[in-house]
């Protein structure tokens, strides 16, 4: 008897430990407090080659940022040692939900994400400046470049200026050419124009990779022989709005091609199959979304938008249960842009 009388104090004496624990914990969570006028800015996410860009890419929106009166921007040495004291990995930390958090711990107001893309010879660059306390993109600018990695740095610098509501100059490598005639002077004596802006036609493509009714080619682009569509390989990379989502796939130019467009719901439903399963790459409180189609076509999250409307809100497929769904259409939760055209 006194035995069990012992047993039963001591696991009330653990009970309450563990409550203890739990409560001053919540309490500390309660007390973390942002500052408005601080911001972190982490290193870019490199969806193609060239990863070595990614922390230059940072410095140089540091660097903007820093020149401004209209923010404090934390240091690189500081973040390191305040996530490193909670034992914070900003490894493998790429999903939006993931660097909010982050910048919770850091104490910041808001933070800044970039990604930088490879669209054929083009890049596609986004910066986003996000609100740490309600997780929203407060302001959202996008660069294309076709020009050489060392060229970025100028897109970036715009991109960062873009946030502050700075003055933007337009670059020569992004500047689209035009000519100049005059009309005033009759067709044979006008001087015939030197370049104009043309779209550039689609290049042949080699085929690099098939999986059952699915073709992939070198040109970063998938065929689907069954339903005769042409999908990008990859989706936007980062969480987006339908708005932008929508934006991104008609600008979207894979394989030269200029008439791609946001998915109907059943152009997605068709491509779920619950026999092909990779993982993702967001984490969603802490955990991987398995994502249930052909690996040709990668999602680095498992909800993608699609062009149905009704109201504010907008539809989207979720690829790891396959359900048809809808959300706010502004809201920046974890979806993705998935562009895809006509393949005949």
Request: glycine content about 6%; proline content about 3%; overall charge positive.
């Amino acid at each position: 008897m006194k035995k069990a009388i012992k047993a039963l104090f001591v696991l009330l004496f653990i009970i309450l430990t563990i409550s203890g624990a739990l409560a001053a914990e919540k309490t500390n969570k309660s007390q973390i407090k942002t500052v408005d006028n601080y911001v972190a800015i982490f290193d870019f996410e490199v969806r193609d080659k060239d990863k070595d860009i990614s922390r230059p890419l940072a410095d140089k929106v540091i660097h903007v940022f820093s020149e401004s009166n209209k923010y404090e921007v934390i240091d690189r040495g500081n973040m390191n040692k305040i996530l490193g004291e909670q034992k914070f990995q900003m490894s493998g930390c790429v999903a939006q939900e993931c660097k909010v958090e982050a910048g919770q711990i850091l104490g910041v107001g808001k933070i800044v994400n970039g990604s930088v893309g490879l669209v054929g010879k083009t890049y596609y660059l986004t910066l986003q400046l996000i609100d740490v306390k309600t997780g929203k993109v407060e302001l959202s600018a996008e660069d294309t470049c076709k020009c050489e990695v060392d060229d970025l740095l100028d897109s970036t610098k715009r991109l960062a200026k873009k946030l502050l509501g700075e003055k933007v100059e337009e670059s020569a490598a992004t500047a689209p050419k035009s000519a100049t005639v005059d009309i005033t002077k009759p067709p044979e004596h006008r001087p015939m124009p030197t370049s104009i802006a043309i779209a550039p036609p689609a290049t042949p493509a080699k085929e690099t990779a098939r999986d059952g009714r699915f073709i992939a080619y070198d040109n970063r682009t998938v065929s689907d022989t069954r339903t005769n569509l042409m999908w990008a390989a990859k989706d936007n990379g980062s969480s987006i709005n339908w708005q932008d989502a929508k934006k991104y796939c008609e600008n979207y130019r894979g394989g030269g091609y200029t008439d791609w467009r946001m998915p109907t719901l059943d152009e997605l439903a068709e491509l779920y199959d619950k026999d092909k399963t990779y993982q993702s790459e967001c984490r969603v409180f802490f955990s991987t979304y398995a994502v249930h189609l052909t690996e040709l076509i990668r999602l680095t999250c498992s909800w993608v938008w699609a062009s149905e409307t009704r109201s504010s809100a907008a539809a989207y497929f979720e690829f790891y249960g396959g359900e048809r769904l809808w959300y706010n259409r502004s809201g920046g939760n974890v979806s993705r842009a998935l562009p895809v055209r006509s393949g005949k």
